[in-house]
């Protein structure tokens, strides 16, 4: 279960990251993060914590009930 919900996660931010045409690396520096390691998780290779999802969500502009929507 914990891995399907970090595939959806990383699917999730590779999505709204491609809707803003933003890079990798742009979306890393928005959130104050290291690129592979945002890598790491639009890849489903690591389980983010709530705070790094949450960060994500503001840089990308959007609260966590949109994040989540399609969930």
Known sequence: MATD?????G???R???D?????QQILADHAEMN????SDIE???YDPSSG???KIAEA???NLETFFKDR
């Open 60 to 62: 990308l502009e959007i």
């Open 15 to 17: 999505h709204l990251r």
């Open 5 to 9: 919900i970090r595939i959806w996660i």
């Open 19 to 23: 809707e803003k045409g933003w890079t």
């Open 43 to 45: 890849n489903g290779k």
């Open 35 to 38: 690129r592979e390691h945002l």
């Open 52 to 54: 790094t999802v949450e």
């Open 11 to 13: 699917r999730r931010i």
